[in-house]
């Protein structure tokens, strides 16, 4: 099947070009512990008030006059509770007689509970979608970055503990938007309003003990909730744990199995449980404090201001209602009081659960194209490696000074002891990471010159430990190109020799694979990755050790499918196995990071070198195999032959 040319990606809109990028205004870090409320929402703003997005502008906009309205008629409500006791004790006839009604006073004070709630149910409705809107958006850019990170980023982290951190990270981004925006600021305004109401009402030292009140249960419960975020930090790290050891054990359900440790298992994973049921009793017990001393101060507070009331109605300078209405206007206060308590420990607790999602997101990328990165556009698939080094740590080098070209549709295999450097060429042919010296080409352009997509659209590959998606056969065939009809898929599986076992299943292309695709063979899945990239259909084939985790007559088999797959491509092998590289067009031998030897396979036995013995070895181990494979047949032979008659005469 000729291979189709690696064309230049798509051209994205700036919309989805920017979102590819770590956004410009995540500049610093967030944390809790240095009260960066304002940072968050500055972060935060551009989803909340999307540029390209008026509907939600509109709603936001809707939202607010909602949550004004709504405080205006929640400070309201207390007046007609007072009038209505004026009333009923005949001290109203300061109100207009179609409304000093005890009954209309009544009317009206319900009506108007009713009209803050329904203000603030429509301010929470309006608002839903914007804030959603935002986490989604949050989310989907940091499972992009995530994908942007370096190889040797995600090799130093682990799988359940990032999903967690975006999952708390989520839940944190959601807190801050509802809490900060849809409740600080009402509550804020709320206040505003009721200073204002008190000190007209009551006079001046009414509002001096309500400030007192406020300062006191702020200060009281920002000290509570500063020491309350490093257990709820701990319990977070704690629930990380857990989670981790839970998912690399049930990754890990066969090997668990195969040695019996069901038990260690389950007790690492109740030791980090254990950790978190002592952070989590800390934080309710701590929760149990922080509410209690609230309702302190509040109480002194209401008391002082109801004992002024009180001493004041005796001396005829207030009435019944005043003294209701002070009541009542300090059971409103309570509210947005005892709210702004919870506000602050959700906002601090969201903090402490989106900082680590927000460092992720100033994680730089280790590989990133150049301001002037070209794609790829027609590519004949020449490789040339240029006196390349590399290392993962300065003190431990890896390739040193690779020099070897791969032209154009032939095949290059490279072959060596564990720790040569085999598998870096692939990856850095990939872009995984960049050589510290040298360069990687293809088609004479720098890899490094040209984008990391068109790079990775090139080249095809075939890995030795193929993990599949946890779908079906058709999903993992067509993930090597997404738009690809039934019938493509299927002439892929027949050119990768897996259709006839495809069409054998009760579900056909649709069964499921299984996680990692462990409902498979090893030669399935391998077939399947072959089929895949079959589709893909690449001018460049790496075959990373693709048949290294096989047995010999599977191996001849997939060889058979790799050999079909790999016609017509620039192929290059990397290969354990010997005997599935002695067709190659040339052999390169690497020896700790170095070239030591190439030619063809007759060539490199004549030299009798480091392949030579390499092969030697090997030649002994196969043959030592089909010795014993042999035995077993005969063996197998002979238990058949004794249970027969004895006039039983076996066939020549």
Not at 608 to 620: D, H, P
């Amino acid at each position: 099947m000729p291979h189709r040319s690696a064309t230049p990606p798509r051209a994205q809109s700036p919309a989805a070009a920017g979102s590819q990028q770590t956004p410009p205004q995540f500049r610093k870090a967030v944390s809790a512990d240095e009260g960066s409320t304002l940072t968050t929402l500055a972060n935060l703003w551009p989803y909340i008030w999307p540029s390209d997005r008026p509907d939600l502008k509109k709603r936001v906009i809707l939202a607010i006059i909602a949550l004004v309205i709504a405080k205006f008629v929640t400070v309201l409500s207390p007046y007609f509770f007072a009038w209505s006791t004026d009333a009923l004790t005949g001290e109203g006839g300061y109100l207009p007689a179609f409304i000093a009604a005890p009954v209309m006073l009544v009317l009206a004070y319900n009506a108007a509970r009713v009209l803050a709630v329904a203000f603030n149910q429509l301010r929470d409705a309006l608002f839903a979608r914007v804030g959603q809107h935002a986490v989604r958006q949050l989310a989907n850019l940091t499972f992009q970055h995530l994908h942007r990170l370096s190889l040797r980023f995600h090799l130093a982290r682990r799988t359940g503990g990032l999903s967690r951190v975006i999952e708390r990270g989520v839940k944190g981004i959601e807190a801050i938007v509802r809490f900060t925006i849809l409740n600080g600021i009402p509550t804020i305004l709320e206040f505003a309003i009721m200073a204002a109401v008190i000190w007209y009402q009551f006079g001046f030292w009414y509002v001096v003990i309500v400030a007192v009140m406020i300062a006191a249960y702020v200060w009281f419960t920002i000290k509570t909730s500063n020491w309350r975020i490093d257990i709820r930090r701990e319990m977070n790290d704690s629930d990380t744990e857990a989670n981790s050891k839970a998912i690399d054990s049930l990754l890990n359900f066969e090997t668990v199995k195969y040695f019996g440790n069901e038990k260690m298992e389950s007790d690492r994973f109740d030791v980090s449980m254990a950790k978190y049921e002592s952070a989590a009793t800390r934080t309710w017990t701590s929760l149990a404090w922080l509410n209690l001393g609230q309702a302190v101060i509040l109480g002194f507070g209401m008391a002082a201001c109801m004992a002024l009331s009180a001493r004041a109605v005796l001396a005829g300078e207030q009435n019944i209602g005043d003294f209701v209405l002070i009541n009542a206007l300090l059971m409103q206060i309570s509210i947005p009081l005892n709210f702004i308590g919870f506000l602050y420990r959700e906002i601090r607790q969201g903090l402490a659960d989106i900082e680590a999602m927000f460092d992720l997101l100033l994680v730089p990328a280790e590989i990133e194209d150049r301001p002037d990165a070209k794609p790829f556009h027609a590519v004949e698939g020449k490789i040339a490696f240029k006196d390349v080094h590399f290392h993962y740590d300065p003190d431990r080098p890896i390739l040193k000074g690779i020099d070897f070209e791969v032209p154009a549709g032939r095949t290059i295999a490279i072959v060596g002891p564990s720790g040569a450097g085999k598998s870096t060429i692939s990856r850095l042919l990939f872009r995984f990471y960049d050589v510290t010296g040298g360069a990687v080409e293809i088609d004479g352009q720098d890899v490094r010159g040209a984008t990391q997509e068109s790079v990775r659209h090139a080249i095809g590959m075939v890995p030795q430990d193929t993990v599949l998606f946890n779908d079906t056969i058709a999903y993992n065939i067509r993930y090597g190109r997404p738009d690809a009809t039934d019938e493509e898929v299927r002439e892929a599986a027949r050119m990768a020799q897996i259709d006839h076992f495809i069409e054998r299943l009760p579900q056909g292309y649709a069964t499921e694979v299984g996680e990692r695709g462990l409902k498979l063979s090893g030669g399935e899945k391998q077939r399947v990755a072959i089929a895949r990239t079959i589709l893909k259909a690449p001018p460049i084939l790496i075959l990373d050790e693709a048949t290294s985790a096989l047995d010999t007559h599977t191996e001849r088999e997939i060889q058979s499918a790799l050999d079909q797959v790999s016609r017509n491509r620039t192929t290059l092998v990397i290969a354990h196995r010997l005997s599935t590289v002695v067709n190659a067009d040339q052999i390169i031998v690497l020896e700790a990071g170095r070239i030591v030897e190439r030619g063809t396979h007759s060539e490199l036995l004549e030299g009798g070198g480091l392949y030579a013995s390499m092969w030697a070895r090997q030649r002994e181990a196969d043959e030592a195999e089909e010795r014993l494979r042999a035995a077993r047949e005969a063996d197998e032979l002979g238990v058949v032959v004794r249970g027969q008659p004895a006039d039983y005469v076996p066939p020549k």
